[in-house]
């Protein structure tokens, strides 16, 4: 095979790039693109489809919160580092997690969970705003339900003590900071998202949507472990949304914008540049 090559034209530009034929060799039966989502859709309201997806990524966020708080709480009230996870237990927490649960709910409700990732998703015209206005109110409130049980657990004097997880910028980092970071964080967290989900991608390489939640939650572990120094890392709106209500002391919030500015900033460049520079390339399927 090698040596031979093909021929691709790129999109509009009429331009040839040459190709190698191999593994991802195509065919020349062309891959259609889905019409976008409409922007209302009525009747999904009328669907149980509809509200189980919801469900989904209710239950789905209250579980995230849930373990990544307990983690979060685990290592705050260790004596010493040595004797916990760590930071790079924390970052394994939340990756972990996000790779387990969009495993269990891709297939119902796509697993977003994080009101970033919907809203890149509708960006992008993956969904409607129905939909996305939907799982947005559904993770936020499976995020209060889970940091409220961790609360329960912990015992409310604890839970004060150990901050609950809230998000807030580092002493000695700048709100500017606190807020570039959490727009790299979610660009990284979207644009994967947008790769490993990519329909074009899978008419080449079937193993694509297959592998799709790992490299999701391994994009969240490598995240966590640059910014949780900085921000203790949000990237997820619904998360930093969920640890402040509950939590509820001033500082925590006097930073909160922070946390669904840059996730959404974050988004929206993701969508942007996934939409329009990478797919610009018109994949085929394979026969």
């Not at 995230?64 to 580092?81: A, D, E, P, R």
């Not at 996305?132 to 995020?143: E, N, P, R, S």
């Amino acid at each position: 095979m090698e040596g031979k090559e093909e021929d691709v034209k790129l999109g509009a530009n009429k331009f040839l790039e040459r190709q190698p034929i191999g593994t991802s060799a195509q065919t020349d039966k062309d891959y259609k693109e889905p019409p976008p989502a409409p922007l209302f859709e009525p009747g999904e309201l009328k669907s149980w489809s509809f509200y189980r997806a919801g469900i989904a990524e209710f239950m789905a966020t209250f579980l995230f919160l849930y373990i990544t708080i307990l983690t979060v709480m685990g290592v705050s009230q260790s004596k010493t580092k040595c004797t916990s996870v760590g930071i790079q237990g924390i970052a394994w927490a939340f990756g972990g997690m996000i790779f387990a649960l969009v495993y269990c709910t891709a297939g119902i409700s796509g697993g977003h969970i994080n009101p970033a990732v919907t809203f890149g998703l509708l960006l992008a015209r993956k969904l409607s705003l129905t939909r996305a206005v939907f799982y947005i109110v559904m993770q936020c409130l499976g995020a209060i339900c889970g940091a409220g049980v961790v609360k329960g657990f912990q015992g409310d004097s604890r839970y004060q003590m150990l901050g609950g997880g809230a998000n807030l910028v580092a002493h000695g980092y700048t709100k500017g900071s606190g807020l570039g970071a959490e727009i790299i964080g979610t660009f990284v967290l979207v644009y994967t998202v947008f790769s490993a989900t990519d329909a074009k991608r899978n008419a080449r390489d079937s193993h694509v949507p297959i592998l799709a939640p790992l490299p999701i939650g391994f994009a969240v572990f490598l995240v966590h472990l640059a910014t949780i120094p900085i921000t203790g890392t949000g990237i997820n709106p619904a998360r930093s949304l969920g640890a402040a209500i509950i939590y509820n002391r001033d500082h925590a919030w006097d930073d909160h914008w922070i946390f669904w500015v840059g996730p959404f900033i974050g988004a929206a460049l993701a969508a942007i540049y996934h939409q329009i520079i990478i797919r610009a390339i018109p994949f085929k399927t394979r026969a």
